[in-house]
């Protein structure tokens, strides 16, 4: 049924929609706004001329979206065959496959970050692994790495590339791989010619979620990441819980906004929130 | 020649006659299958593994992590049970998480009402802004959060959480809703008028029930959106009103026991309880 039956007048639309308008006010609009107000404070741009004037400071930011993207590329290259297998596969697996996707998903962020912790550990079940089946002498320092940063995000991320792209390949006719059967194309052409390009909309409104997701991070890097793997997020928790240094931590929270509004921004035609969570459940 | 026979070539230097034959087509072809379904698993295990991995973690009788598991005791639950700090964190998320699902889920339907079937000058700018908390790095949120309400004294208060969690939660409450709003035959609520029932009497009587499966599916999500929450707990937690999140964030990392294991054990299997029922509800016809 369609959705074009407006018959709410004006007034009780309004009425109905106030509350949810003074909570996004409260819990949402103005603190934001203060804080980016925060970031000008004393009339001066000193606090972004600092960002980018401190080398160590760009390097945050230029790592924060090199990480982004590599956990980006990471999540399509294990997501896309996952997607791709449970549109493909007979109901009853394919469910069995959604629950893989879903138990992690809904698992709180802490409770996977502390497995990584366990599983990356010095004494961990990894290296325990490497050094009992002697591939290594001494236990690898996995954990407070870059690596394990983006392995850890990785598999916290990868569901919201799974979701789309399978949601979008779920909807396609099979008639259009059929067509293409039919005129000749071998399955590597039809996949190649018919099924990707159909996916694409899935596989960018899936990269956009991770890539966003990615950069504002903070449990996950906060915990697995050293010192010397710090993004953004780590970097503003940092300045405000140790440093007590709110400006600076408002404009670093300032222009990480930014980046995130402009990314969401360029690919908003391909970005749907609700097809993406609508396939949750 | 062909992306396919080019393909074939370069990976199989045999015969062009042993290629064509249908045997070989057969063979190659589920081969493939069982490649796909081998990568496939080894990624599925690697989604699952690290959610599933605290639990043997939990029931391990050693005092450090332990893999596998050495003996089988039930001693860590009695230490998260039996630890004030860890009560006291799991009952004041709760309360928080029960609040939110209330707020959320009475908020955010009376406003996918409104978007769906109300006549609002700035709908699409209003949903925009309802789902911003979720695009809004969370980091962002925490931090803007305790900046308005450490003047007001409301971190580690249970206003503080409802207001910033209501608004993490309602993003879920909003899509949820909308789509089973959008499945409903609005006709319904025309006769229901038509035969002399008001608006709230159309609503509780005909609309409610309708899309009941929905709004219940969206309250779990609202109570996992709160619950599970961190980092924003994090941020507007304090020491008279710390969060689960909180505790088990400081926990992993500066005092890694099993208790945390057994804490994760109890919360994967309450995510997945309500998950379920989420599922069986919004899987049940509204009809039905």
């Known amino acids: 049924m369609t959705s074009s039956a407006r018959f709410y007048s004006q007034a009780t639309s309004i009425w109905l929609a106030t509350p949810l308008m003074l909570a996004l006010l409260a819990g949402f609009v103005y603190p934001v706004a203060r804080l980016i107000a925060l970031s000008f404070s004393g009339g001066t741009l000193n606090h972004y001329r600092r960002i980018f004037t401190e080398p160590l400071h760009l390097s945050v930011l230029l790592s924060t979206v090199e990480v982004a993207a590599v956990v980006t590329m990471a999540c399509l290259a294990l997501g896309f065959p996952v997607a791709y297998l449970m549109a493909k596969l007979s109901k009853g697996l394919a469910m069995v496959t959604a629950a893989c996707v879903f138990i992690p998903l809904w698992t709180s962020i802490l409770i996977r970050s502390y497995a990584w912790v366990v599983l990356l550990q010095r004494h961990g079940l990894i290296n325990g692994l490497l050094v009992k089946s002697g591939i290594v002498d001494d236990p690898l320092k996995l954990i407070y790495t870059q690596g394990a940063v983006v392995v850890a995000m990785t598999h916290v991320l990868l569901p919201f590339m799974i979701l789309p792209i399978y949601s979008g390949l779920r909807g396609m006719s099979p008639d259009y791989l059929r067509a293409a059967r039919n005129l000749g194309a071998g399955p590597t052409r039809a996949f190649l010619e018919v099924t990707v390009p159909l996916s694409l909309p899935g596989v960018f409104a899936g990269s956009v979620m991770c890539f966003v997701l990615a950069l504002g991070f903070y449990i996950t890097p906060a915990l697995v990441g050293g010192p010397s793997s710090m993004l953004m997020a780590t970097l503003i928790g940092q300045q405000t819980t140790v440093l007590l240094d709110w400006p600076f931590a408002a404009a670093l929270s300032t222009l990480l906004l930014a980046v995130t509004v402009i990314s969401v921004l360029l690919f908003r035609r391909t970005l749907s929130f609700s097809k993406g969570l609508n396939s949750v459940h | ?288």
């Open chain 2, 1 to 288: 020649m062909s992306i396919d026979q080019a393909h074939d070539k370069a990976h199989f230097p045999l015969p062009r006659r042993v290629i064509a034959s249908p045997a070989f087509r057969t063979y190659s072809r589920a081969l493939g299958t069982i490649a796909t379904g081998a990568l496939v698993g080894c990624i599925l295990i690697f989604l699952l593994l690290p959610t599933l991995i605290v639990i043997p973690m939990s029931i391990s009788e050693t005092d450090y992590i332990q893999f596998p598991p050495r003996g089988l005791t039930l001693k860590w639950y009695g230490a998260y049970f039996g630890d004030a700090d860890w009560m006291a964190a799991t009952w004041f998320s709760l309360k928080i998480a029960l609040a939110t699902t209330a707020t959320a889920t009475v908020v955010g339907t009376m406003a996918a009402l409104a978007i769906v079937r109300g006549n609002l000058p700035f709908r699409s700018f209003l949903q925009t802004l309802a789902l911003g908390p979720m695009i809004v790095p969370h980091i962002i949120l925490g931090v803007a959060l305790y900046l308005s309400f450490s003047p007001l004294q409301l971190t580690g208060s249970l206003l503080g959480f409802l207001v910033a969690h209501t608004v993490l939660a309602v993003p879920y409450v909003i899509i949820t809703v909308t789509a089973s709003l959008q499945k409903f035959d609005p006709a319904l609520e025309l006769a229901a008028l038509n035969c002399g029932a008001n608006r709230l009497q159309a609503f509780f009587l005909v609309i409610l029930p309708n899309i009941a499966p929905g709004v219940a599916a969206a309250a779990v999500f609202a109570f996992l959106a709160s619950f599970d929450e961190a980092t924003v707990a994090f941020f507007i937690s304090d020491t008279g009103g710390k969060s689960i999140g909180r505790k088990m964030f400081e926990d992993i990392d500066f005092n890694l026991t099993p208790i945390i294991a057994a804490a994760s054990t109890i919360l994967v299997a309450t995510s997945l309880l309500l998950m379920g029922a989420a599922h069986v509800l919004n899987v049940r016809k509204p009809s039905a």
